[in-house]
């Protein structure tokens, strides 16, 4: 699973650097992403899967997950959710990040800031003798805490031998609930931060989630394995910075 996790690692750092404000296709990455996996010698945990028909997912703006890409192009401004999911012998890695593009403004950096933040509260509590929900806990309060809202009706998860496993990974809820988190889990932690209300729903394409009033939405996402030293990040990039 490290190795996969650092092939999406890769990956997401080369899409990233691949934009080109009003020049680049949402396609484009999606391009770009099928050739570097199978450089790689991965395959997307994505295409095909229950018949998503692309190799990642790129939401922008209010698009919250799960977006198709396209023919869009991305405009300086736009928030840019990218999310990667690699198989590498078998076993999964998954991660997200949105990142900004050209001259945002501060209250889309400011979102971009906590929704990060809030993904690392929530992995410090992946250590073995926590409760699930210590992690959900971890994630909401941070996001509210700033005036944010956490989605509540789609979740992180467990990873392994296949992309979706128990335990789904809800990013909100009281803490010291659920199973006991005992060292060599891996779980997917993934939160998704909408400035405005939490409630979302689905375009007519039955992939794309968006935020029901428009408001802009963050997505980040590491895979995690539970040690009995702590959490430990398999898609951590190279340049990434682990916040506390």
Not at 50 to 74: F, K, L, S, W
Not at 147 to 165: P, Q, T, W
């Amino acid at each position: 699973m490290r190795v996969a996790g650092q092939v999406v690692a890769r990956t997401l750092e080369a899409l990233e650097r691949s934009i080109v404000p009003g020049m680049t296709r949402t396609v484009e990455l999606d391009e770009l992403a099928e050739k570097l996996l199978a450089e790689e010698g991965a395959k997307s945990s994505f295409r095909g899967y229950r018949g998503y028909p692309n190799t990642v997912c790129i939401a922008v703006n209010e698009e919250v997950v799960h977006g198709i890409p396209g023919d869009r192009i991305i405009q300086s401004g736009d928030i840019v959710g990218i999310d990667v999911g690699a198989i590498v012998e078998g076993y999964h890695g998954d991660s997200a990040i949105t990142v900004p593009v050209g001259d945002v403004t501060d209250e889309a950096r400011r979102l971009l800031r906590v929704a990060r933040d809030a993904l690392f509260r929530g992995i410090a509590k992946a250590r073995a003798g926590n409760r699930l929900s210590d992690i959900s806990h971890a994630v909401q309060q941070h996001a509210e805490r700033h005036g944010y809202s956490i989605v509540r009706d789609l979740v992180g998860h467990g990873i392994g031998s296949e992309m979706h496993e128990e335990p789904q990974v809800p990013n909100f809820g009281k803490p010291g609930r659920g199973p006991v988190l005992e060292a060599g889990m891996t779980l997917a932690i993934e939160p998704m931060v909408n400035a405005s209300g939490y409630e979302i729903e689905s375009l007519p394409d039955k992939w794309t989630v968006v935020t029901k009033d428009r408001s802009l939405s963050a997505h980040f996402e590491h895979t995690v394995a539970v040690t009995a030293k702590g959490p430990d990040i398999l898609t951590l990039r190279r340049e990434e910075t682990v916040r506390r």
